[in-house]
């Protein structure tokens, strides 16, 4: 039986599905809406280098993702594409504090990778290059199909949040220690976004799995004043007395 699969349209540029046709995998694309390939009616996959890996944790779309991949797929997976280490690279000539940035979004990479493993259990593989994706695409669907769960219909009806509720989610989620499935459950005590923003510490840490020092330390974060007015006036206060 000939390797079978679902390639979201967005993954036309990125030389896969163009390397999984060398290999004699059949390719249908077509919208996903969730995943970026689907291998079987259990297991979808979410494509990502480590630039995009960044960026759709800054911008909240990787949580998001890992929850409609749990909520449609008993098997997902997340393929995270090159080497992590590239988030630390800068050139000679770079500032200190570009070296610090760099190293603070390597951070941040593995903060959302271990989210992704121990909150959502989906699990992460690391490939060097597109050529040992697809590669790694092939062998899972071969997997499938030994297993007699690649038969029937990869496809599946899925219902999308409306965009309003995602945007909510991608805001609440953003916060520090939160994450996606504990937005959700902030969305549903509190209904909406600015009510849960105001909540005390003592209404948020009985939300399951909040605890209170999440919630205090999420309360420092919002009532923290960054008013910079105050440190220049303190600074100047400062080289006055000296």
């Known amino acids: 039986m000939?390797?079978?699969?679902?390639?979201?349209?967005?993954?036309?540029?990125s030389n896969i599905p163009e390397l999984l046709k060398n290999a004699g995998a059949i390719i249908d694309f077509t919208q996903l809406k969730v995943g970026d390939y689907v291998v079987?009616?259990?297991?979808?996959?979410?494509?990502?280098t480590v630039r995009d890996l960044v960026s759709s944790i800054y911008d909240g779309r990787l949580f998001i993702q890992c929850s409609d991949l749990v909520k449609y797929y008993q098997k997902p997976?997340?393929?995270?594409?090159?080497?992590?280490?590239?988030?630390?690279?800068?050139?000679?000539?770079?500032?200190?504090?570009?070296?610090?940035?760099?190293?603070?979004?390597?951070l941040v990479?593995?903060?959302?990778?271990?989210?992704?493993?121990?909150?959502?259990?989906?699990?992460?593989?690391?490939?060097?290059?597109?050529?040992?994706?697809a590669q790694l695409l092939v062998t899972l669907v071969n997997?499938?199909?030994?297993?007699?769960?690649?038969?029937?219909?990869?496809?599946?009806?899925?219902?999308?949040?409306?965009?309003?509720?995602?945007?909510?989610?991608?805001?609440?989620?953003?916060?520090?220690?939160?994450?996606?499935?504990l937005a959700a459950r902030m969305l549903k005590k509190f209904d909406t976004p600015i009510r849960a923003l105001n909540a005390t510490a003592a209404?948020?840490?009985?939300?399951?799995?909040?605890?209170?020092?999440?919630?205090?330390?999420?309360?420092?974060?919002?009532?923290?004043?960054?008013?910079v007015k105050k440190v220049l006036q303190r600074t100047l206060f400062d080289d006055h007395d000296k």
């Open 109 to 133: 990479a593995y903060d959302a990778l271990i989210t992704v493993a121990m909150e959502f259990r989906i699990p992460t593989i690391h490939t060097p290059s597109a050529e040992q994706t």
């Open 143 to 181: 997997r499938s199909l030994q297993e007699g769960k690649a038969k029937g219909p990869l496809l599946r009806k899925i219902k999308k949040e409306n965009p309003i509720y995602i945007q909510q989610l991608s805001v609440l989620a953003s916060l520090p220690g939160v994450g996606e499935k």
């Open 40 to 48: 079987s009616s259990e297991t979808a996959i979410e494509r990502k």
């Open 203 to 227: 209404e948020l840490s009985i939300i399951p799995g909040f605890g209170l020092m999440r919630a205090e330390r999420m309360r420092k974060v919002l009532d923290t004043s960054n008013d």
């Open 77 to 106: 997976l997340l393929v995270v594409q090159g080497n992590i280490a590239e988030l630390t690279e800068s050139s000679e000539d770079s500032e200190e504090s570009d070296v610090k940035f760099h190293a603070e979004r390597m």
């Open 2 to 13: 000939p390797v079978r699969i679902v390639v979201d349209e967005r993954e036309r540029n």
